[in-house]
């Protein structure tokens, strides 16, 4: 093998989906103090202790004690190294949350057992969907009185449409916790209380036949031979397929807090994720271990660092590999590049890249050259696609304190649309700018960007808009007949893209019925 298909088939890149406190922070310390890449976890977020992860940049981030910024970290596992693309969650979800789901080759759902599937994780596993990305989840919080797993799961099957295969299965909850079973392993894993902050070292107990369990579970050992046999009868198999295809996820249950399951969920993602996979252009799919370099950008943050005025673009390696000082082609701009400081991510770090491969991030300086979405090459004309826009669902109008700025305001707004940081939209029937975004801190963004980048000082008044789909028809007399009939809710977005702002999803509804040659779309592809 080459050795570009030797880093390749090592690398494994994956995202967290999750709803907030569902406990994506904690298990992301965990994560990296298996990858040893943190001596202590603790040091990710610390919402109440007053610490604040490496990668805050904003005042406003550090009041609010949240990261805005979706970090990158690379650690090895089991063998493999393991790339984590940080999703913004809270009040720091945004679009890009959305983006870098397309971006990685794997999910981790994170479920609060005691919850059940919540709202954002829906939502998420919607976007997960666009590309059949493999599904492995975890049940979190068996430290405390949680739902029935076999409930949990029937949930997950009905309300997120994927088949569960438990691969572990959790021994009593809350203060009875003693651990799980681990199915295809036949091996019972003892839990220790209050061993969270360290890799702990475990008690295993090989077959659940084995009559050592009933001297350590007593009578509770009986009723876990009964259950695994009613899971075993009612549950699907793990199938490494199906878990590929996205139809089927392996379910791991545990306690981040305790440090307990992690290790069994980070097992099973370096056997059975998938390494880096192909991605398509225009013009061809790109393999992985295909000679030139390539990737695309996911991602732009500006200000990451205080110090640095400067904004990071986040890059996909999709084949290839990356060395320092290397040259690329900048496909929109028909340009070559060199890529002279490109940075990567460890833990949070911001260190020099001497090298990566395809299914590595890297970050590139970028002086306003560089846009979402953009492809690079070793020379090649082709553009990566599916890095799209997502449909905001939270809206208000943007107005100037002081009107002269107008230039300023539409100019800053339509750069930061072009960063993806929020999308804006100009009704055809007056000379409103509105300013959509799928999570709500984006617009306190824009508001400080504007001035402190554009110096227009901004503020926002509500507006009645409750969804927005880009628009397209085959047939141009329909699409002209729509703009007409509808002019009340038609816009441009920053791209001068055809769209349709609601003002109540039940008139959204009410438009497909009446314009069938007109398709509403919730993402626009870049
Ligand atoms: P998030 O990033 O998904 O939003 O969740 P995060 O990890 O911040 O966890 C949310 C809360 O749930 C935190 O408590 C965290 O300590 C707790 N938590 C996470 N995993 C477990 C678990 O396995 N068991 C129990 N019992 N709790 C868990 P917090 O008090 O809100 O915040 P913090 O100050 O402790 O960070």
Redesign the pocket.
């Known amino acids: 093998m080459s050795t570009l298909a030797q880093e390749v088939a090592n690398r494994r890149t994956f995202a967290i989906i ?10 992301t310390e965990k994560v990296l103090l298996f990858g040893q890449a943190l001596q202590k976890a603790g040091t990710v ?5 007053g610490q604040h992860a490496k990668s805050d940049w904003m005042e406003m981030e550090k009041e609010r004690g949240i990261s805005v910024t979706t970090s990158v970290m690379q650690f090895p596992y089991g063998g493999r190294l393991v790339n984590l693309l940080d999703t913004p ?2 009040e720091d979800f945004s679009e890009d949350t959305y983006r870098t789901l397309t971006a990685v080759d794997s999910c981790l759902m ?1 479920i609060d057992s005691a919850k059940g599937v919540e709202e954002r994780t829906i939502k998420l596993m919607e976007v997960t969907r666009l590309r059949d990305t493999p599904i492995l989840t975890f049940m ?5 009185d949680t739902r029935d797993p076999i409930e949990l799961m029937d949930e997950v099957e009905d309300v997120l449409s994927i088949a569960c295969a438990p691969i572990t299965w959790p021994i009593g909850m809350g203060k009875g916790f003693k651990g799980v079973y681990h199915l295809l392993r036949d091996e019972v894993v003892l839990y220790q209380s209050g061993q969270g902050h360290k890799i702990q070292e475990k008690r295993i107990i090989g077959g659940i036949d084995n009559p050592e369990l009933d001297e350590v579970l007593g009578s509770l050992a009986g009723d876990l031979r009964d259950e695994i046999e009613l899971v075993k009868g009612a549950s699907h198999e793990f199938d490494l397929e199906a878990f590929l295809a996205g139809e089927l996820t392996p379910v791991f249950f ?5 440090n307990f399951g992690v290790d069994h969920m980070l097992d099973g993602l370096v056997e059975w994720a998938p390494t880096p996979q192909p991605r398509a252009t225009d013009v061809r799919t790109v393999s992985p271990t295909d000679e030139g370099f390539s990737g695309f950008v996911f991602k732009i943050q500006a200000n990451m660092d205080p110090q640095h005025r400067d904004r990071i673009a986040f890059l996909r390696i999709v084949s290839g590999q990356y060395a320092q000082g290397m040259k690329a082609r900048h496909v929109r701009i028909g340009k070559d590049v060199r890529f002279a400081d490109a940075l990567t991510f460890m833990a949070g770090d911001r260190s020099h890249a001497e090298q990566a491969f395809a299914g590595d991030i890297i970050g590139l300086h970028n002086h306003g050259t560089i846009q979402l979405g953009d492809t690079f090459t070793a020379g090649e004309n082709m553009k990566f696609t599916g890095i799209p826009n997502f449909a905001p669902e939270l809206f208000r109008r943007i107005r100037l304190k002081d009107p002269l700025k107008a230039k300023q305001l539409q100019k800053g707004l339509v750069q930061l649309s072009e960063e993806g940081a929020v999308q804006v939209f100009r009704p055809m029937k007056n000379n409103d700018l509105i300013v959509g975004a799928v999570g709500v801190l984006q617009f306190d963004v824009v508001v400080a960007r504007l001035k402190s980048e554009y110096k227009v000082e901004a503020v926002y008044e509500p507006i009645n808009v409750a969804t927005a789909r880009w628009v397209t028809s085959s047939d141009a007399r329909k699409l002209d007949e729509f703009k007409r009939k509808a002019n009340e809710f038609v816009a441009l977005d920053g791209a001068d893209q055809l769209a349709y702002i609601a003002p109540t999803m039940v008139n959204l509804q009410l438009a497909e019925e009446r314009y069938p040659d007109v398709t509403f779309h919730k993402t626009r592809e870049h």
């Open positions: 999750s709803h907030p406190d569902a406990g994506k922070t904690t298990i977020k610390g919402k109440k202790s969650g809270h994170v979190n919080k068996l430290d405390r545990g306690t981040a807090l305790g």
